[in-house]
């Protein structure tokens, strides 16, 4: 198993351009969530997903941000227009969806708005 | 709101002393533990879990206690490597929820 795949690792953007970050979750895995991780905030949940469905997100800070997921092996989290106060790791995770034993995550998206 | 905190930011440890990493957790609803590690340029890795039905569990080279009646998480290494440099997280869930609630971290050095 890959694990979590999230692509790209890095990106680098200017203030005011659209940025798409993507996630495969584990395969078999019906729930995924998108995190953000900073020095001042630490690890947030922006939003979840179970079976594809948006379940919470009140983890989303603002309209420029919105998340997808069209089908059980891919979503993505694009956010428009960039700021540079986005500039964070963004981290995607997958669990089983039955029964609750945490999370895998993926290795994050390293995001710099210039 | 309910947060997830730990006492100590840092800690630096002599290479194969044991090491204790505290978390203090405000929910009392919340009944599964569980602490991440986080290498450098890594996501956050899975160590070891607890349920509120416990008290200690162990790992290999890994122990985790939960104190319920202060609400208190410790994680305990032992005979610490270079490897086990990294940032620690405890994690709290409530039964029903997927939803995990991540402290602050703590930054582990080992000293060779």
């Known amino acids: 198993d890959a694990g979590v795949i999230q692509s790209p690792r890095h990106e680098v953007t200017e203030m005011g351009q659209e940025v798409t970050l993507r996630c495969k979750p584990i395969?078999?895995?019906?729930?995924l969530f998108w995190y953000r991780q900073t020095m001042m905030r630490g690890l947030e949940l922006l939003i979840y997903?179970?079976?594809?469905?948006?379940?919470?997100d009140s983890g989303m800070p603002e309209d420029r941000f919105s998340a997808k997921m069209p089908n059980a092996s891919f979503s993505t989290l694009k956010i428009q227009p960039s700021e540079p106060r986005d500039s964070a790791v963004y981290f995607c995770a997958s669990t089983p969806g039955q029964g609750f034993y945490g999370y895998t995550f993926g290795s994050g998206t390293r995001l710099t708005v210039v | 709101g309910e947060s997830v905190g730990l006492h100590l930011p840092t800690l630096s440890v002599q290479e194969g002393d044991n090491s204790i990493i505290n978390c203090a957790y405000s929910n009392s609803a919340s009944d599964y533990f569980i602490w991440y590690k986080q290498e450098s340029g890594k996501g956050p890795q899975f160590i070891i879990d607890i349920r509120s039905n416990m008290d200690k569990r162990q790992g290999q080279r890994v122990t985790v206690l939960l104190n319920k009646t202060v609400k208190h998480l410790s994680l305990q290494i032992a005979a610490t490597q270079p490897g086990d440099s990294a940032v620690y997280f405890c994690?709290?869930?409530?039964?029903?929820?997927?939803?995990?609630?991540f402290g602050t971290g703590t930054r582990l050095t080992i000293i060779p």
């Open positions: 994690a709290e869930n409530v039964f029903g929820n997927e939803k995990l609630t």
């Open positions: 395969s078999g895995h019906n729930s």
């Open positions: 997903f179970n079976n594809n469905v948006p379940i919470d």
